[in-house]
């Protein structure tokens, strides 16, 4: 495993993140605690020391499984979101309001059975109830009280970003990075690595799109968020297959799956720290862990980029 620090912290974290999102059961299909479990200790004894969940992942579902997972394991980092209001079917609102985000990061730190979170985020931006500026003095109220080391920002865009790094110093951010959705790359990655801030890729799979497993009669069970994602449907759906058998033959040739070829990718734009990826069972781990081993040339990156605007 490979290491980068994140931000200005003091955490070396492992360029492979373990998302949990998955494990908590909710928009993933069926899943299994003792699966997650196992897992997530793989994960450990593979070398990822860094696991990404939130609290409205399976509605706490996801960090009480971390946290079993974790319990006895030591040298690895927790970081998690709040932000999100949910009950027992899903999410119901957004609240970046200071109170409610003091109550949900203690609620984590109870589910997560730790004492303090290492990397604590605000997950989404809450339609302009709450000014970004006041949310970040509430997470600098958090780390001020010892409930968390380091705070971040998920999914914000970058004026947001701009004005919370003017209120106080956040350490990253988690926007969604993958070959099919390069967005960011245009403000967000440039400006994070102008001011030091990490960067947490996540799905650089494109949520298993670029596993290279789906074929175009694939049937999601029900409580999949995929079953309606717009990556999965119609048109898109085989434009995206298309590119997906191209890039599998490409991997072919590097003698490496399309999962470690997409993973390899992320991680190649320097200003990327760590990419999360999900994994509900062992045997999915050593394949993720893998990519690290398959570093990608300028001259591949280029092909690869060719590939899918061609086809795109």
Known sequence: MQYRQLGRTDLEISRITFGCWAIGGWWWGTVDDS????????????????????DVYGGGRSETVLGKALE?????????????????????????????????????????????????QIHWPDEGKTPIDVAIEGLQELKEEGKIRYFGLSNFGESDLEVALDTARYESVQPKYNLLHREIEEDILPFCEDNEIGVLAYSPLASGLLTGKFTEDWEFEEGDHRKDHPDFTGEAFKKNLAIVEVLKEYAEKRECTIAQLAI??????????????????DMQVDELVEAIDFPLKPKEIEEINAIVTSLS
């Open 264 to 281: 390899a990718w992320t991680l190649a734009n320097p200003a990327v720290t760590s990419a999360i990826c999900g994994a509900k069972k």
């Open 72 to 120: 006895g394991i030591d040298n690895v980092y927790v970081a998690t979101k709040g932000g999100v209001q949910f009950d027992e079917n899903w999410a119901t609102d957004k609240s970046n309001d200071p109170g409610y985000l003091k109550k949900a990061c203690e609620a984590s730190l109870k589910r997560l059975n730790r004492e303090v979170i290492d990397l604590y």
């Open 35 to 54: 699966e997650s479990i196992a897992a997530i200790r793989a994960a450990a004894e593979d070398g990822i020391n860094f696991f990404d969940t939130a």
